[in-house]
């Protein structure tokens, strides 16, 4: 990691080697590393963040999860792609983010076109591995600040995956998969989405452990937790199998890892959630199966159609068989070998 010092910002840079490149498809993380006291990472979309034929490149706040509520980190930041082959062909974007609870990762969703990425032309993939580089400002307006956990609760802020858009041309940020609605009281844990809240006083009765681990956390953490465990719950519940795509599995996916950092025993949850997200293989083997299936029957079709075939071949060679035998009634045959010859 190389330093860089002035005199109001720490600049430093972090580089990642990713090998197997063409092996990747889902979210990737880098490990964590610190820049200004602070933990980072890096995550990138291989094959793009719900946008086709690109590559996605964010930085993340690596502790996002343990920080106390209102929490805010200003930095300004670079993401590179490393050509190497001429390094003046480097892929590089600059921007600057706030990053808190709402928004803890910031980046660019259509950093580069995948068919000039994967192109070996270009340099930026040599022996199936990449480079990408984060160097981070952290200016004097960076900054933890610690809230009192008794404050008045506002409307919920999700501790989300959710990926904000930051490009040459910003456009509006995205949106987590499940959207903010209504607003209601749970058992005074705090305002959650209305349309999570019966799917949580069922469980919650059910498995009392989920309220007792929260007890000693804040009002806002505690919402946080309870709403990330109604969206999972949301999902099982309004999701049919039919339904499911790669970008549901992945949000399933997304859903389930932002639980876990809540520290509930899901150990009565996991399997359901693990046989959801196993229905994606399930899937995929039905589907091999029924192309299988198709191609089977495509076979038999035309085996029926050889065999009518056959049948009428051999229809008409009976009927060429009896017209031989009829032409040959009182047929004499001849020597064509001898002369015709002539009398003297």
């Known amino acids: ?24 498809h889902n979210k990737l993380y880098s490990e964590n590393f610190f820049i200004g006291g602070h933990p980072w990472r890096i995550f990138i979309f291989p094959k793009g963040n719900n946008v086709d034929y690109l590559l996605s490149i964010y930085l993340d706040a690596g502790d996002s999860a343990n920080l106390p509520y209102g929490w805010s980190r200003f930095a300004k930041f670079k993401l590179s792609l490393i050509n190497k082959v001429n390094s003046n062909m480097t892929k590089t974007k600059e921007t600057e983010h706030e990053f808190n609870a709402r928004e803890n990762d910031w980046g660019f969703t259509a950093f580069m076109p995948l068919n000039e990425l994967c192109d070996p032309s270009t340099g930026f993939i040599v022996d199936d591995t990449c480079i990408i580089e984060a160097e981070i400002f952290v200016t004097k307006r960076e900054r933890e600040n610690q809230v009192d956990q008794a404050a008045k609760p506002a409307t919920v802020t999700l501790v989300s995956t959710q990926v904000n858009v930051v490009s040459d041309n910003p456009s509006p940020k995205e949106t987590s998969s499940t959207s903010l609605g209504e607003l209601m009281e749970l058992r005074g844990l705090g ?47 309004t999701k049919k199998v039919k339904d499911m795509n790669d970008v549901l599995f992945m949000d399933l996916q997304t859903l389930w890892e932002e639980l876990e950092t809540f520290k509930f025993d899901l150990t009565w949850l996991e399997p359901h959630v693990q046989s959801a997200l196993g229905m994606k293989s399930y ?41 031989l035998v009829k032409a040959e009634e009182g047929f004499e045959e001849r020597d064509l070998d001898g002369k015709l010859g002539y009398e003297a």
């Open 1 to 24: 990691m190389e330093n860089q010092q002035r005199s109001d910002e720490t600049a430093e840079t972090f580089t990642w080697t990713i090998k197997n490149f063409s092996k990747l």
């Open 191 to 237: 305002k959650i989405e209305n349309a999570f809240v019966p799917l949580l006083e069922e469980v919650c009765s059910r498995y009392p452990s989920l309220i007792k681990c929260q007890q000693n956390r804040s009002c806002r953490f505690t919402e946080w937790a309870f709403t990330a465990l109604g969206r999972v719950l949301h999902f099982l519940k």
């Open 283 to 323: 899937m995929e083997r039905a589907a091999e199966v029924k192309k299988m299936k198709e191609n089977v029957t495509v076979r038999e079709m035309e085996i029926k159609r050889l065999k009518a075939k056959m049948a009428a071949a051999e229809i008409d060679l009976d009927i060429a068989k009896r017209d």
